[in-house]
């Protein structure tokens, strides 16, 4: 398979696009003054506890109080809360030494929020969940600070090797490298990327990551509430890090100092593959076509290759997609189209939760098949495609109604590039007032401003409101009608800037008259 990532430089932040065969499957942005991002560290301060919901609410300086649920407090939380006391009392001739901190005991996993944050601390968190909407950001307490081959874990000595990793030799070596060489107090998960790597690429990757956590230290000191303690790294770094592999053939940026950036962390990361790091001028997204993809890919309507095509609708607890066959026909045979048909559609419902990040409960109504091993067949093709998606995710099978349930966990806020916009003659009603009703409203307000002295007056209407009211002799229009009616002479003229059903009065002194 053959995959790019596509790097777009903007004076408002940056976009973020990886392709798989060409094809756009996820869509990243980084704005320029974007906060509270996955991963970043904030001392922040305890504003109210929930004993209902077993959690609290902390202020992290986002205009809405960030939410952290005791689940997300971490076994090691009263560790935590004792460390973020000791770092920002520490100075210069007092300073913390981790290696020797005395870790405090786990708390129970069944215990309440108020007796771990009772009167209200300072705790040092990280941002979990984006700001979505009109929520505030989700924390955890549970820190992890991640590498290229390792994230480390405060306040544990536990060792855990990624278990995608799936020789059992190589994942043994990998854990007495790290516990050779790991320092006190921390805890060490060994990411996929580091299978095949030697004992001085895991040693240089921890000690940068402890290094970070240094530099955490650093910045507790004299810290107030709330504020930022520490920032991950831009969100390209981020991705590179996370994604790049041995698959991944050509990254091409449009900017010269992501460029650079990119090339000398490949070259420290994986120095072979420095030359797939390319420059391009102007907007790369319309260059290499991402932009008609974008355009095409959101919206209420998926089309599909064949002619079949989706409907994504979402609601406040789930998302909806329906698929629908169209004009997709492979044979006689109803059952055998039905299955083609949700193959198809399945890869690009995999596709779509990537594309949009669309995270919490998806219900997909696929077409119905009558024969069990072709649902079966359904729900192992859904599996196959969903096993790209990096989001934790869960798929059960087709239901005696025919539905397929999927469970997302969302990884950055939700993309919905709206595609429509309101109909700005009917509001989004879907109805505009008739002519003969717009006529007979026009002559009821003229009606009332002859009536209240009003002369010399002119209306402007949109054109075809205008033919519709001077079609005819001059003295058989509707306007002459209404100026023999009336006793005075009303000018009319027309607006092509205006809405269908659109008019306005206005005085002698050409000021509009309003009701």
Not at 176 to 185: H, L
Not at 353 to 380: C, H, P, S, T, W
Not at 420 to 438: A, F, R, W
Not at 486 to 503: C, M, V
């Amino acid at each position: 398979m053959n995959k790019e990532i596509v790097i777009n430089a903007a004076p408002t932040g940056v976009e973020i696009a990886l392709l798989e065969d060409k094809k756009l499957v996820e869509l990243h942005s980084e704005k320029s003054d974007g906060r509270f991002a996955v991963g970043d560290l904030y001392l922040g301060k305890v504003k109210r506890l929930m004993p209902g919901l077993n959690a609290a609410f902390i202020d992290v300086g986002f205009e809405k109080d960030a939410f952290l649920h005791y689940t997300d407090l971490s076994p090691y939380a009263k560790s935590l809360l004792k460390f973020t006391n000791m770092a920002m009392a520490a100075t210069d001739a007092n300073p913390v030494d981790f290696s020797k901190f005395s870790v405090e005991p786990e708390i129970v996993k069944t215990g309440k929020i108020s007796e771990v944050l009772g009167g209200k601390p300072h705790v040092l968190v990280q941002i979990l969940k984006e700001p979505i909407a009109a929520k505030g950001p989700r924390l955890s307490c549970e820190l992890s600070l991640p590498g290229r081959f390792v994230v480390i874990t405060p306040f544990n000595n536990i060792v855990a090797v990624s278990k995608k990793i799936h020789s059992s030799e190589e994942r043994k070596r990998l854990q007495k490298i790290i516990e050779a060489v790991k320092p006190k107090n921390f805890g060490v998960i060994v990411r996929t990327a580091a299978e095949g790597k030697n004992t001085a690429e895991l040693y240089e990757d921890l000690g940068n990551l402890v290094n970070i956590w240094n530099t955490v230290q650093q910045n507790l000191r004299g810290a107030v509430a709330p504020t930022k303690i520490f920032s991950e790294q831009n969100k390209t770094n981020s991705i590179l890090r996370d994604l790049l592999s041995a698959d991944y053939n050509r990254i091409v940026t449009n900017d010269k100092n992501i460029y650079n950036e990119t090339k000398n962390y490949i070259q420290k990361i994986a120095p072979e593959k420095a030359e797939i790091v390319n420059q391009a001028q102007g907007n790369v997204f319309d260059i290499l076509g991402i932009t008609k993809q974008v355009k095409g890919s959101f919206g209420k309507t998926v089309t599909l290759n064949s002619g079949a095509y989706l409907i994504i609708e979402h609601t406040e607890a789930l998302h909806v997609v329906d698929v629908n066959s169209g004009y997709k026909n492979v044979g006689n045979n109803q059952e055998q189209n039905a299955l083609e048909t949700n193959l198809e559609a399945a890869a690009e419902i995999a596709r779509q939760l990537r594309l949009r990040d669309i995270g919490g409960i998806i219900v997909v109504d696929f077409i119905d098949m009558k024969l069990a091993e072709n649902k079966k067949k359904l729900f192992d093709t859904m599996e196959e495609v969903m096993q790209a998606d990096r989001a934790k995710h869960s798929v059960l099978p087709i239901s005696k109604f025919g539905l397929m349930q999927i469970t997302r966990q969302r990884m950055r806020p939700e993309v919905n590039i709206n595609t429509q916009e309101v109909c700005p003659s009917c509001n989004g009603s879907g109805k505009i007032t008739s002519t003969l009703v717009l006529e007979d409203e026009i002559e009821k307000n003229l009606n009332y401003l002859i009536t209240h002295k009003h002369k010399n007056l002119k209306l402007i209407v949109h054109p075809i409101v205008y033919g519709y009211l001077t079609k005819g002799l001059w003295w058989s229009s509707k306007l002459s009608k209404w100026n023999k009616k009336f006793g005075q002479k009303t000018r009319i003229e027309k607006d092509t800037a205006y809405q269908l059903t659109e008019y306005h009065f206005f005085d002698s002194n050409e000021e509009e008259i309003k009701f």
